[in-house]
């Protein structure tokens, strides 16, 4: 079981970014796949997970409205779209895989390596 995130940069805020996260090992409908983000001297935070069995998204309260989970069951990959980004998003994102759906970290088997978004002027 693999993830790898990709797509974060430097960003202005009230600007866009699109994260993928493409995963191995396993199919789509196998794991949930969420996303989190932690920022220096914070702990992790979870953000957004779609569901295995019929890709339902759940997005925290924090980023509803800005942020969108979604995947593409054909490229084996789950992307996060944030909008309307502010510097208070700046982070480094991970993508994680697990069995039980849910918006807390401890229950994610697999993670990826994180990719860092920076959201400055």
């Known amino acids: 079981v693999q993830l790898q995130a990709s797509g974060g940069g430097l960003v202005q805020p009230g600007g866009s970014l699109r994260l993928s996260c493409a995963t191995s090992?396993?199919?789509?409908?196998?794991?949930?796949i969420g996303w989190f983000r932690q920022a220096p001297g914070k702990e992790r935070e979870g953000l957004s997970y779609?569901?295995?069995?019929?890709?339902?998204?759940f997005h925290a309260e924090s980023v509803k409205g800005r942020f969108t989970i979604s995947r593409d069951n054909a490229k084996n990959t789950v992307y996060l779209q944030m909008n309307s980004l502010k510097p208070e998003d700046t982070a480094v994102y991970y993508c994680?895989?697990?069995?039980?759906?849910?918006?807390?970290?401890?229950?994610?088997?697999?993670w990826g390596q994180g990719t860092l978004v920076t959201v400055s002027s």
């Open positions: 994680a895989a697990t069995n039980i759906a849910t918006m807390t970290p401890d229950w994610y088997d697999y």
């Open positions: 090992g396993f199919t789509l409908d196998y794991y949930a």
């Open positions: 779609i569901r295995k069995s019929d890709g339902a998204s």
